[in-house]
């Protein structure tokens, strides 16, 4: 590569788009006869352009394209002919969503999930815990009742004088 | 018939569709050439085409003259083809024996052959252009398609001239790079 390749290199692809100032073009156009490498490059985006651009020039002139106008005009007639609720139904219509594969597994996960979680989401839990009786002893005079509670923790001593007396301390 | 531009649009504006007519009548084969440079797909390319003229019809009232006409209509062009190839990703692709991408010329003079490396060349660039991001590939097709300047290019996509030429630098790198052999004539 030349020297001054380096500063024609940066107008190369500007100079293939016709984008280059009269000055610029001069440049480029003076390097070029004596620079294959530039040529080279130049010779490569115009084999690329071709590739790009050949197959669509040829399908846009072998198209015939008027019977499509035909299809545009009969769509915008059946739009203004629907009712005025039918964009809004459409909106609102879930079927597009439910057509998702990916979505089915996940709405069966969730569904299972809800499934297992159930007994514990709706699980009754009173707000005085049962307390748990840790011993009981009955006498002649006094019948005492220790349990305790875990939440919050206390211990309750019941004593029993008879059936119309009690007494308790904690 | 002499196609007054701007007032074909005023009267499509007012909902008027001969002057949708008159507009399709001369756009046709831009917009055509766009979304077949896009999709590569001559059905697909007709979808489009006809999506397009629909939709304009419906939002060319937005239109208020801020930029040239074309620049907006390719625009929409573009978004609804770069749509439909981001849809068309989700699903599986078309039986092309069926649909007849691959139908062989009744040219007699044309030799299978050719024919067929013809095809391959082409399934070749759409797929190097598949790989480009959706704003690579819309400066690619713009530019090389369609012909459009940097700065009408910039128009039609938003952006500055800058980043046009940015787009299409990167752009042309990575096809060339895909397209290795063939671009430097080595097949």
């Known amino acids: 590569m030349k020297k001054e390749c380096s500063s024609v290199s940066k107008l190369l692809e500007k100079y293939f788009d016709q984008e280059v100032t009269h000055a ?8 070029l006869p004596d620079c294959p490498s530039c040529r080279d490059v130049l010779r490569s985006m115009e084999r690329l352009r071709n590739f790009i651009r ?16 035909q299809k545009i005009e009969r769509n915008i007639q059946l739009e203004e002919k629907r009712p005025w609720w039918e964009p809004v ?4 219509d879930i079927t597009p969503v439910l057509k998702k594969k990916v979505l089915i597994p996940v709405a069966v996960a969730a569904v299972v999930l809800i499934l297992i979680m159930a007994p514990f989401l709706f699980e009754k839990t009173s707000s005085y815990p049962d307390p748990s009786v840790v011993e009981y002893v009955e006498s002649e005079t006094y019948n005492v009742m220790v349990y305790e509670l875990e939440t919050p923790q206390v211990t309750v001593i019941w ?12 | 018939m002499n196609y007054d531009e701007a007032k074909a649009i005023s009267r499509c504006q007012q909902g008027d569709q001969d002057a ?8 046709q084969k831009k917009v055509y050439g766009i979304a077949y440079g ?40 573009m978004n609804t083809a770069i749509d439909h190839t981001r849809k068309m990703k989700r699903q599986p692709p078309p039986n092309r024996e069926e649909d007849g991408e691959f139908q062989i010329s009744a040219n007699p003079e044309e030799r299978p052959d050719r024919v067929l490396a013809h095809k391959e060349l082409e399934e070749k660039v759409k797929w190097a252009m598949n790989q480009l991001s959706p704003d690579q590939k819309a400066a690619l097709v713009f530019r090389e398609v369609e012909g459009l300047s940097y700065q009408e290019i910039a128009e039609a996509m ?18 060339q790079e895909l397209l290795r052999d063939y671009v430097l004539g080595e097949r």
């Open chain 1, 89 to 92: 139904r459409e909106w609102l």
């Open chain 1, 24 to 31: 610029e073009r001069s440049l480029v156009e003076g390097h």
């Open chain 2, 20 to 27: 949708l007519k008159e507009i399709f009548d001369q756009y």
């Open chain 1, 54 to 69: 050949t197959p669509v020039e040829e399908a846009v002139e072998k198209e015939d394209l008027p019977w499509v106008w």
């Open chain 2, 158 to 175: 938003g952006c500055s001239i800058g980043t046009v030429m940015s787009r299409l630098h990167y752009g042309r790198k990575r096809v």
């Open chain 2, 38 to 77: 896009v999709v590569r797909h001559r059905e697909e390319a007709l979808d489009i085409v006809q999506e397009v003229f629909i939709k304009l019809f419906r939002s060319i009232k937005n239109f208020k003259g801020k930029s040239h006409f074309y620049t907006y209509l390719y625009r929409m062009t």
């Open chain 1, 159 to 170: 004593l029993f004088e008879g059936p119309e007396q009690e007494l308790s301390t904690s």
